[in-house]
Structures are given as C-alpha cells and as structure tokens.
C-alpha cells in the first residue's frame, strides 16, 4: 500500500511558476513509476507527466513540453513537478500517482493522491 500527498498548489499568474510535491508513505518508493495528472471540471483526467523508477526517464504531454519539468528524489520518497510560464488553461486540481508499470494512462496507476489546485489567472 502506498499512500501519497500531494502539496504546492495555489493562485499564480499567468507567466508564473509553482512547484508541486507529492510526499509516498512506505519503503518501496523507488519501485514505482510516478505520474501526474490533471483534470477541471466536466473533463476528463489528462495526463500530465510521467517519471520511470530510476528517474532516467520522462514523459510529457505535448501542451505541458518545455514548460514543466517531473522530477523525484528516491531517498526522500517524494516527486516534483516543476511548472513555469504557467497559463491559464493549466488550471486544474492536479494528482500525483503510483504504479508497477511506466504508462501515460491513468488506469495503469494503482495509487493516487487526493489531488493539489492550480489556479492561473490571466
């Protein structure tokens, strides 16, 4: 069981950055691939960014590329996403989420957070 906790979320301006967190309980961190998503409202859930094991190895979606960076820190048990020049269309309550295989499909994640809210406003 994993348990994971999202934080960092909060009100910027458009060309602003944030930094999200999500924090996993127990001792097998480093076996699990992490992934972000997102979604808003009358949507649905959107992957964001996905992290191997390792670290050696991201993915992005394409509206995110260049602009937000995943990251994790094995020893820490924690995933980071970096975002900068944030706009207004990433607006969205953002999970972090764990699973055995590397995947940009959310149903292939086994855990998820409770979720951290990004509002940019123009």
């Known amino acids: 069981q994993v348990q994971l906790v999202e934080s960092g979320g909060g009100l910027v301006q458009a060309g602003g950055s944030l930094r999200l967190s999500c924090a996993a309980s127990?001792?097998?961190?480093?076996?699990?691939?992490m992934g972000w998503f997102r979604q808003t409202p009358g949507k649905e859930r959107e992957f964001v960014a996905a992290i191997r094991r390792s670290g050696g190895s991201t993915d992005y979606a394409d509206s995110v590329k260049g602009r937000f960076t995943i990251s994790r820190d094995n020893a820490k048990n924690t995933v980071y996403l970096q975002m900068n020049s944030l706009k207004p269309e990433d607006t969205a309550v953002y999970y972090c989420a764990a699973g055995r295989s590397y995947s940009f499909r959310g149903y292939d994640y086994d855990y998820w957070g409770q979720g951290t809210q990004v509002t940019v406003s123009s």
């Open positions: 127990g001792r097998t961190f480093s076996t699990y691939a």
